[in-house]
């Protein structure tokens, strides 16, 4: 049985398998949860709308899992809305200048759906970081490197409204802090000294999650989408709160008879600045806008692959920031048997 059914009409046997694959791949990763800030001293996100349920699709009941890669290198140091030339900088200098943060992601997915308007998603990411920079008043590079679980996430879905041609529904819900934050660097004039708390594998808080979605469908093989989702950290911990984030995406996909279904999307994120004695306030909260193209696939019956590249379009930072030049993300989706 297909993991997915989509209601709308005019559409063939061979167009509904490709309807079906968005939802069953990319509802594992409801990413508008997952990004943190953008910042020289703390890690961006993937910001891609990851949560088809809200996009048109319904689900069957029943449990689906998945497996998704993120990559992204931090290297383009960026004040305001300018690239920053580190060869026209002097050191020591009085500011630190960050040289780059590339990360590796691994996101595993479990998402129940209850019904037509019910379902529940966990998200449990691991993250592989490496990061250098020169701390003021340094002439030499210092480096980090840490890998383990980050903040799990747990978030609800209600559909309002289960139109065939339009929708409404309500995401919330918390991430929690279970990813550690006591890293040190490793190596370097600052070897032995805590890391910057935006770097770390957790922020180490609680933070809420709401959210809302809307769908329609102008044409037969169209669909339009448009999400919104906050993130607040409920308190500081440690003298750390990271930044309160909102999540804008909108996105078109072409709903064709192949088994492979094009989508693009524009990603738009503001993050507040960080607050408490041990976060970055000067050099952290900012707006970034990406383009993302992307493609899912069917494989089997109940196995759908997708891959999607963001590039940025806009970007204005507080401060001296990092900011990738693109993200890529991957990954497989699939119906557990007996669901």
């Not at 992204?72 to 300018?82: I, T």
């Not at 984030?245 to 088994?259: A, D, E, P």
Request: aromatic share 8%; hydrophobic share 40%; with cysteine.
């Amino acid at each position: 049985m297909k993991s997915f059914s989509h209601p709308s009409v005019g559409l063939t046997p061979h167009q509904i398998p490709a309807l079906r694959l968005g939802a069953a791949i990319i509802a594992v990763a409801l990413l508008p949860a997952a990004p943190t800030a953008a910042l020289a001293c703390s890690v961006c996100g993937c910001s891609l709308s990851s949560d088809w349920g809200q996009q048109g699709y319904s689900e069957l009941p029943g449990i689906q899992a998945g497996l998704r890669y993120e990559y992204f290198a931090q290297a383009d140091l960026r004040s305001g809305r300018h690239s920053v030339n580190r060869a026209t900088l002097e050191f020591p200098n009085d500011d630190e200048i960050q040289q780059s943060t590339t990360n590796r992601n691994v996101w595993f997915g479990l998402e129940e759906v209850l019904n037509p308007s019910w379902a529940i998603s966990l998200q449990v990411p691991w993250h592989d970081r490496d990061h250098t920079t020169i701390v003021g008043g340094d002439t030499e590079v210092s480096a980090s490197h840490a890998s383990g679980l980050g903040d799990v996430r747990i978030l609800g879905r209600y559909q309002l409204l289960h139109g065939m041609n339009d929708n409404f529904g309500l995401q919330f819900g918390l991430k929690l802090p279970t990813g550690r934050f006591g890293q040190n660097f490793a190596s370097g004039p600052q070897a032995g000294a805590p890391l910057d708390r935006g770097l770390q594998l957790g922020t180490g808080t609680t933070d809420l999650l709401l959210g809302t979605a809307w769908f329609a469908r102008p044409l037969v093989k169209l669909g339009v989408f448009a999400q919104a989702l906050l993130d607040q950290p409920l308190a500081q911990r440690a003298g750390f709160s990271p930044s309160s984030s909102l999540t804008l995406n909108s996105g078109v996909r072409w709903l064709n008879s192949s088994v492979f279904t094009p989508q693009l999307q524009l990603n738009v994120r503001w993050d507040g600045r960080e607050r408490g004695v041990n976060g970055d306030i000067d050099n952290s909260g900012g707006t970034v806008a990406y383009l993302s193209p992307g493609v899912t696939a069917d494989l089997t019956t109940n196995v759908n692959a997708f891959a999607f590249v963001q590039a940025p379009v806009f970007q204005r930072v507080n401060g001296l920031q990092l900011e990738p030049r693109w993200l890529l993300s991957v990954g497989f989706r699939f119906r557990l048997p007996g669901t």
